[in-house]
């Protein structure tokens, strides 16, 4: 089985940020609205009063102090609460396109190959834009990529579901290298007037080339060691937007078309799969837990990456060692453990092994176990 690493990432974030205070006044005018509009109602007992959000609360509950979104203005005008990004012709590049491309350009350059090099396009996110045709294939087009593409979601765990399938086609030899694409516009897909959930996810786009490591070019190539995956379904994180909406009319605003998720119930599932799938794919490959030296895990909770990297480690992880960019991002679902992938590799040397994993919406976790090769 020949060597498949990860040569080059890129990632593009978006023009606008918002802080905690900004969308929790937005969010607090919003219910002050509510509430002065259903005045009687709540006097007489038969509306309860809607509660406010706060920023303290978000980065206590969450570590999240600011996210990065596609829209600014219409997320933080209370009549209004979403993204508004203004719809495209057929013959513009869709805005999940023009996402993909910025950080496919970094990662390609980083491989230090070009477009005609790639082999396939795999635009691995939670949320696409359209049903078709694939945004992968409009990817490939404007980039200039040879042979395939399709898209595909496995929700936050779509990245590392995606390197998996790009080892697997590269180590097959179907193809000779592969781009995984996340274009993530997750503002679009959340109800912010829903004080549980309102905080958590912010806008990203992230690029992976994986190839044969014998013919990379690349500088700072990450050897692909193992890939394992595990779901399981669950209903505790939820979305029920799709196709047939428009066949049950009277249900088509409903909030379930919206995220949705059971937040305490999913921190309780989802952290033991996570350490105990990757404290498995570890042992599996010979690797002890004092040899890894960095976990780039999903950008979902402080709290829960901590006690995540604890089981696996079986001691506390440093902030170096487990990274965040929970503060700055938010959760910006499959992006997350490859931004932080991108931004905190400086300070490894040639044969220190880290673990890139996600979890999430399914449940599903994806592991994707590397050793700097260079
Ligand atoms: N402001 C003030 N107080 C609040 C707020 C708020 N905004 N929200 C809730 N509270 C209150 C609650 O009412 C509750 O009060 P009380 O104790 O009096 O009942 C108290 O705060 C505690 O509430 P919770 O129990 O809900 O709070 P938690 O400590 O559990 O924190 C979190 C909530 C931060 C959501 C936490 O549970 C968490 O992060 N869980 C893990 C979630 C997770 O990992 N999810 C993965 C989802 S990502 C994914 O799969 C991607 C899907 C696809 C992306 C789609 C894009 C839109």
């Known amino acids: 089985m020949p060597s498949i690493a990860i040569t080059g990432t890129g990632l593009f974030t978006p023009p606008h940020s918002i802080s905690n205070d900004e969308l929790v006044a937005a969010f607090n005018a919003y219910v002050a609205a509510e509430n002065e509009k259903n005045a009687d109602r709540i006097a007489k007992g038969d509306v309860k009063a809607l509660e406010g959000s706060s920023a303290e609360f978000i980065v206590n509950a969450s570590g999240i102090r600011r996210r990065y979104a596609m829209d600014r203005a219409g997320i933080l005008d209370p009549k209004i609460l979403a993204p508004r990004i203004q719809e495209r012709t057929n013959e513009e590049n869709s805005i999940q396109c023009e996402m993909a491309l910025s950080a496919a350009r970094e990662a390609l350059a980083q491989a230090n190959v070009t477009p005609a090099d790639i082999g396939a396009v795999i635009v691995a996110c939670s949320n696409l834009q359209r049903a078709y045709p694939a945004v992968a294939v409009e990817v490939q087009e404007a980039l200039g990529t ?60 992230t690029a992976v080339v994986v190839e044969d490591l014998a013919t990379s070019a690349a500088a700072e190539p990450f050897e692909i060691l193992g890939t394992r995956l595990a779901t399981k379904y669950s209903n505790n994180i939820r979305n029920n937007f799709g196709f047939l909406n ?62 995540i990297a604890r089981k696996v480690l079986g001691r506390d992880a440093s902030a170096e060692e487990a990274p965040s960019v929970l503060e700055e991002y938010a959760n910006t679902s499959s992006c997350g453990s490859i931004i932080t992938f991108h931004k905190n590799r400086t300070g490894l040397k040639k044969g220190d092994v880290g673990v890139v994993c996600s979890f999430g919406a399914g449940y599903s976790v994806g592991s994707v176990i590397v050793r700097k090769a260079q």
Do not use: Y
Not at 148 to 169: E, P, Q
Not at 184 to 196: M, W
């Open 146 to 205: 040879k042979g395939f593409a399709f898209d595909m979601n496995v929700a936050c765990s779509s990245a590392t579901f995606g390197i998996n399938v790009a080892r697997d086609m590269v180590a097959a030899g179907s193809v000779k290298r592969a781009l995984v694409v996340s274009p993530e516009i997750c503002t679009g897909h959340l109800n912010f007037r829903d004080r549980e959930s309102h905080f958590i996810f912010g806008d990203a786009c």
């Open 246 to 307: 428009r066949a049950a009319p009277e249900h088509r605003d409903d909030t379930d078309k919206l995220f949705v998720q059971q937040g305490r119930k999913v921190f309780k599932d989802v952290s033991p799969m996570v350490a105990e799938l990757v404290s498995a794919h570890l042992d599996s490959l010979g690797i002890a837990p004092t040899e890894v030296r960095r976990m780039w895990l999903h950008q979902a909770n402080g709290t829960m990456n901590q006690w």
